[in-house]
């Protein structure tokens, strides 16, 4: 009684109103804050959208300075964060790391409690945007049985996240300013998508008034699976799995049967291309310049192609979406397929934080508590164990 709409997928229903991105999807725009992600790529940098994310505005010269350097003097974490990173087994999957990690920070920062102040609110967000980079490379190293490299400020964000993965002697670490610039874009590009699924899972968390690192950490779950971010580790083993150019028909044809779906295709919203992949091919030449071309690539052009020619796909309106082509620059960059969705979750950090702090500051919002329809019995009386 009462119900309104049957809408599962929220594919037609609108949980917020937000002013963070904008979104179309027919016409293949994406806009942070009403820059499109073009121009973003282009000329910003990964900090400055995210201080475009969260305050609405560009900042100007001082403004980048000062959020930088806030950034920039919370990178380390607690000690015991550490210790527990070190409990997990050595083949622990990156993101269930990154999850758990992301939680316990919580407990390390129990004021996050109050949402409502302001001041809290950002201090909790530049905590989040600074130290997800190192528990990602603690993660990292974690799995390689190596010791974790602490930050180190006087390196910008990329530059010091790489460090803390790659670094292997006491010298200081220099990265390839073409990676550095890859990576940036990267991010830039991952930074915010409007109420996807992660998205929405902050938002439902965040919701019920809990701290930050909880609504994040379940933004995490979300996005570790195969159908949202997990697709671009699911890419990279799929292209291993067809191995050369003569197997793409045979497994076209599988996915045509319904055996498996052709990951790093399709979205919920774009129907005509995902502007974010135009910008990653690029990207790509960019990094493969530095790093010598990746062998997959020949398979996944070839895969493209024969995909965007198929009537299956086109009939579907199905696409090369983000995931794609990340991957490949991702492994050419000397990541392991389990921590591509880690990369992802960095990138997207100020987006779930915009749209967090959004919600929390919205009157209008109230717990997420979507209706059902019930499919079940009705009342019965309870049956003795004597006579079931
Ligand atoms: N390969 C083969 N068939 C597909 C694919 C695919 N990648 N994607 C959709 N379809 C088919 C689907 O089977 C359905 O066919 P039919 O009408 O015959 O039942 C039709 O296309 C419509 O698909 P849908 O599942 O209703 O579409 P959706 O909007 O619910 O799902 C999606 C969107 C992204 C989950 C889906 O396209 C998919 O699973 N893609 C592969 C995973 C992937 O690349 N995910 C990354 C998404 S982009 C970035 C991110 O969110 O991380």
């Not at 999807?25 to 973003?40: S, T, V």
């Not at 990292?140 to 910008?156: A, C, I, M, T, W």
């Not at 990576?183 to 992660?198: G, K, T």
């Not at 696409?319 to 082509?325: K, L, Q």
Request: contains cysteine; proline residues 5%; hydrophobic residues 40%.
């Amino acid at each position: 009684p009462g119900l309104a709409t049957y809408d599962p997928g929220f594919v037609n229903t609108a949980s917020c109103r937000s002013s963070v991105t904008y979104i179309d999807g027919d016409a293949g725009i994406l806009e942070y804050r009403g820059y499109p992600i073009e121009q973003l790529a282009e000329s910003s940098t990964f900090l400055e959208v995210a201080y475009l994310l969260l305050q609405g505005e560009l900042p100007n010269a001082s403004e980048l300075e000062a959020w930088t350097h806030e950034i920039t003097y919370h990178t380390f974490v607690h000690e015991n964060l550490k210790t527990l990173l070190q409990g997990f087994r050595y083949d622990a999957h990156p993101m269930g790391m990154l999850m758990a990690a992301v939680s316990a920070l919580s407990t390390f920062y129990p004021e996050a409690n109050d949402v409502k102040d302001a001041d809290n609110r950002d201090l909790q967000i530049a905590r989040l945007i600074a130290k997800m980079p190192t528990i990602g490379a603690f993660a990292f190293r974690h799995g390689k049985g190596q010791p974790y490299v602490y930050p180190d400020n006087e390196l910008s964000y990329v530059e010091n996240f790489l460090a803390m993965l790659f670094k292997m002697s006491e010298r200081k670490y220099v990265a390839d300013e073409r990676l550095v610039k890859a990576l940036d874009v990267l991010f830039i590009l991952h930074a915010d998508h409007e109420q996807n699924c992660s998205a929405n899972a902050v938002r439902s968390v965040g919701s019920s008034q809990v701290d930050p690192y909880s609504a994040l950490a379940s933004g995490i779950g979300a996005l570790y699976g195969p159908l949202h971010g997990g697709a671009n580790e699911q890419v990279l083993k799929m292209l291993r799995r067809i191995g050369t150019t003569d197997n793409i028909g045979d497994f076209i044809e599988g996915v045509k049967g319904g055996k498996e779906k052709l990951m790093g295709f399709g979205h919920r919203v774009y129907k005509n291309y995902d502007p974010r992949a135009k910008i990653i091919k690029k990207a790509a030449d960019d990094v493969f310049e530095v790093t010598g071309v990746n062998p997959l690539l020949k398979i996944a052009l070839e895969l493209e192609k024969i995909a965007l020619e198929d009537e299956y796909f086109v009939k579907r309106k199905l696409y090369p979406n983000v995931d794609f082509y990340s991957g490949l620059i991702y492994e050419a960059l000397s990541f392991p397929p389990e921590m591509f969705t880690v990369l992802f979750a960095i990138g997207r950090t100020p987006g779930w934080l915009a749209q967090w702090k959004e919600l929390t500051t919205d009157s209008e919002q109230k717990i997420a508590r979507p209706k059902q329809i019930y499919t079940g019995h009705r009342t019965r009386d309870f049956v003795p164990m004597a006579q079931r």
